[in-house]
Every structure is written in C-alpha cells, then in structure tokens.
C-alpha cells in the first residue's frame, strides 16, 4: 500500500504561483498513474490533472490548462502540481491521487493523501 503526502498549500494573492508537492511512501510511485484533484467548500471532487506512469502524457482541466501543470520524479518518489495565474477559483482543498488507468475518473484512483488548502486571496 502506498502512503501520500500533500505539502505546499496555502495562502497566495491572485494572480501568484504555488507549486504542490506529494511524497509517496511505501511503494514505488512509477506503477501508478499520479493524480490531481481538488474539492472546493460546496463541490464534489473535480479531477485536476494527471501523469501518465513515465511522465510522458499528462491532461487537464480545461479550467487549468496553460496554467498548471504536472509533473513527476519517480526517482524521488514524487509528483508535483505547479500553479500559476491563480485565481479565486482555484481555492479548494487539492489532493494527490495514485491510481491504476490513464483517466481523469476518481474511481479508479485507490490511494489518496490527507489534502492540502490553497487559498487564493481576493
């Protein structure tokens, strides 16, 4: 079983960047797809992005994209989401994902981290 770990969350002005991070531990993250999802105060879970198990395909939101992106170093055993541009709709609460298909569904996502805030001020 594979445990994740979210840091790098927190306060941000509009229109600033913040780079999420996620350590696994346990097992080696390169037999899963990686994933990015957030759930703001009032919303279901949305999926963000994800990261294919070498890192060579990767999808987004259509809301994030150009302005986020996701990456992996399967060597350190973590993948990170970077944020740019951020606006009061990018405030939730975002979660690392690994899961066993290439696919923006979160049932196929069967291991999750704790979350960490992202607070966009306006």
């Known amino acids: 079983q594979v445990q994740l770990v979210e840091s790098g969350g927190g306060l941000v002005q509009a229109g600033g960047s913040l780079r999420l991070s996620c350590a696994a531990s346990?097992?080696?993250?390169?037999?899963?797809?990686m994933g990015w999802f957030r759930q703001a105060p009032g919303k279901e879970r949305e999926f963000v992005a994800y990261?294919?198990?070498?890192?060579?395909?990767?999808y987004y939101l259509d809301s994030v994209k150009g302005r986020f992106a996701i990456s992996r170093d399967n060597a350190k055993n973590t993948v990170y989401l970077q944020m740019n541009s951020l606006n009061s709709e990018d405030t939730a609460v975002y979660f690392c994902?690994?899961?066993?298909?290439?696919?923006?569904?979160?049932?196929?996502?069967?291991?999750w981290g704790q979350g960490t805030q992202v607070t966009v001020a306006s």
């Open positions: 346990g097992r080696t993250i390169s037999n899963y797809v």
């Open positions: 994902a690994a899961g066993r298909r290439l696919t923006s569904d979160r049932d196929n996502y069967d291991y």
């Open positions: 990261i294919s198990w070498s890192g060579s395909s990767t």
